[in-house]
Every structure is written in structure tokens, then in C-alpha cells.
């Protein structure tokens, strides 16, 4: 059975930074679709990044373009998402996502399905979430 588990959101001042963790169990993160999501209460959920983690192609919402680094660690089979001045706009519940288990992208699917539009049709799994809060 596949779980995501994030963690490493909280409370930060604007200006501040966190790194949020995203730990696959049951699940190989290596030649996948995974990224984040986050969500704030009535609002729709918002692609932040994603990326192919065969690597070559990382995708960033124009909100946190320069801001936020997507990155992964296959020994330990775990996604960051490295988040630099931050904003109050940031705050939300940030979600892990990743494509099927099933599924291993060659590079060329990879560019194609691993966009943030692509993956929030097609990710097979979420985790729990884990929430940030920015203050001014």
C-alpha cells in the first residue's frame, strides 16, 4: 500500500524560510510524476511544483517561480519542496502528490505528463497535507 507522508510545514515570519518533506513508503519515487499542491479553505487546490524525478524536467507555478526548489532523494525515497521568502499568500496546506506506482516515465513521457496541469489529473496518490503559515 502506497503512503506519502509530509511534514515540515509550521509558522514562519514573511521573509522565512521552510523545507517541507514528502516520504513515499510502498512506493519507488525514481522515473515517477510527483510534486506539491497546496489548498486554503474555499479556495481550489493550486499547482505549486512538480517534477520528473528520472529527471530534466521540474515545472513551478509563476507564484513561487524563483521562490521554491523542488528536489528528491532516492536513497531515502523523499521529495522537498525548499521554500525562500515567504509570503503571507503562501499560507495553505501543502500536499504531496505522485503518479501511479505502476507507471515508470521515459523521459519524453516525462516531459508530458509531469506538468503541474497533467499531474493534478493524474496523480494516483495525496497525502494528508501538512499546513504553512505565514505572517506579516
Known amino acids: 500500500q502506497v503512503h506519502l507522508v509530509e511534514s515540515g510545514g509550521g509558522s514562519v515570519q514573511a521573509g522565512g524560510s521552510l523545507r517541507l518533506s514528502c516520504v513515499a513508503s510502498?512506493?519507488?519515487?525514481?522515473?515517477?510524476?510527483m510534486g506539491w499542491y497546496r489548498q486554503t479553505p474555499g479556495m481550489e487546490r493550486e499547482g505549486v511544483a512538480t517534477f520528473f524525478t528520472g529527471g530534466g524536467h521540474t515545472y513551478y507555478s509563476d507564484s513561487v517561480k524563483g521562490r521554491f526548489t523542488i528536489s528528491q532523494d532516492n536513497a531515502k525515497n523523499t521529495v522537498y519542496l525548499q521554500m525562500n521568502s515567504l509570503k503571507p499568500e503562501d499560507s495553505a496546506m501543502y500536499y504531496c502528490?505522485?503518479?501511479?506506482?505502476?507507471?515508470?516515465?521515459?523521459?519524453?513521457?516525462?516531459?508530458?505528463?509531469?506538468?503541474?496541469?497533467?499531474?493534478?489529473?493524474?496523480?494516483?496518490?495525496w497525502g494528508q497535507g501538512t499546513p504553512v503559515t505565514v505572517s506579516t
Open positions: 502528490a505522485a503518479t501511479s506506482a505502476a507507471l515508470a516515465f521515459s523521459d519524453y513521457d516525462g516531459s508530458r505528463f509531469c506538468t503541474i496541469e497533467s499531474m493534478n489529473l493524474r496523480a494516483a496518490y
Open positions: 510502498g512506493y519507488t519515487i525514481n522515473r515517477k510524476c
